[in-house]
């Protein structure tokens, strides 16, 4: 099985503060990310997809098709942002790096087809890096952020 | 259990294929592609799988997969141009897939079945970019 892996890094700047909570529970529970003010990271993303090398080119997608896929579909909407209040799909979802995780997962779900249909490839992990200590990796489908029940793994891996 | 072991080599490679044209070369492998070459230091992560041995403790011999890794991968391409000095590159394209695949294949025969086996072979292009290859090893 060969797999490539691209890495991608956005800065942007978020809340954590749950409406289903006090402001006392959301500053117990967030800490320092609960600032109504905000603050922000460095995020790193790395991209995996798999399937089937093209024998003649020696690829399984041109670099630079990945890079415009994910510059238009991922970072046009998160680099240098507000993701509370710049993302739609943050309207009414907690910006935890989970939940970034899957909107991003959902996004390349929604619309690989339409940019690599013609290729033998699926997009298979996403990982992101919040900061070099906190890691955050999804499988990929994620089919539906309304309905995470219909994912395949329900739960984010976390390392420290 | 897995134990990986990491190296480094410089090479340079080109990236084009011979039967399509230069804007088709361009669509499909960027700036890849220039006819006379360019260059990386590639990082390999190899990680081999198997149980410490009761005795030494070890998977295997730190000395010994870091002579294997030197002798079928970095002395071998270290400092040359790929398409030129390596085979097969001089039929199969040096893209970032074919030469972690190679490496696959020159490692997966060097190790003794029954203490360790070649589990996976990164390959790291630039730090933003890189190939696993992972049991089945086809493409």
């Excluded at chain 1, 890096?129 to 793994?153: H, I, K, M, W, Y």
């Excluded at chain 2, 030129?84 to 696959?104: D, K, Q, S, Y």
Aim: with cysteine.
């Amino acid at each position: 099985m060969i797999s490539v892996t691209r890495r991608y890094h956005f800065s942007a700047s978020h809340r954590l503060h749950s409406p289903h909570l006090s402001d006392a529970e959301n500053a117990l529970l967030y800490g320092k990310c609960n600032n109504p003010f905000g603050h922000g990271h460095d995020y790193v993303l790395e991209l995996t997809i798999t399937g089937e090398m093209n024998r003649d080119t020696g690829l399984l997608a041109p670099v630079a098709t990945l890079d415009h896929f994910v510059g238009d579909k991922i970072l046009r909407l998160f680099a240098y942002r507000n993701i509370n209040v710049d993302v739609p799909e943050f309207a009414c979802l907690v910006p935890t790096t989970e939940n970034v995780a899957r909107v991003i997962g959902e996004l390349v779900c929604r619309h690989w087809t339409e940019s690599f249909g013609d290729l033998e490839v699926r997009p298979w992990k996403i990982q992101i890096q919040e900061t070099d200590r906190n890691g955050f990796e999804l499988l990929l489908p994620v089919l539906s952020v309304e309905n995470p029940s219909a994912q395949r793994n329900e739960s984010v891996m976390v390392h420290a | 259990m897995l134990v990986t072991r990491k190296a480094e080599f410089s090479a340079s490679h080109c990236c084009r294929a011979a039967a399509l044209s230069d804007n088709e070369n361009w669509a499909l492998f960027g700036e890849e592609s220039h006819p006379s070459g360019h260059g990386h230091n590639f990082i390999v992560e190899v990680s081999v799988a198997g149980e410490p041995d009761p005795v030494t403790g070890m998977i295997i011999d730190l000395k010994e997969l870091k002579e294997i890794l030197e002798r079928e991968v970095v002395e071998p391409m270290d400092h040359r141009f790929l398409n030129h000095e390596v085979e097969p590159f001089g039929r199969v394209i040096p893209t970032t897939a074919n030469i972690a695949l190679e490496i696959w294949r020159r490692l997966e025969k060097q190790f003794r079945p029954a203490q360790c086996h070649l589990a996976r072979v990164r390959l790291f292009e630039t730090p933003d970019l890189y190939v696993d290859v992972t049991p089945p090893a086809h493409a």
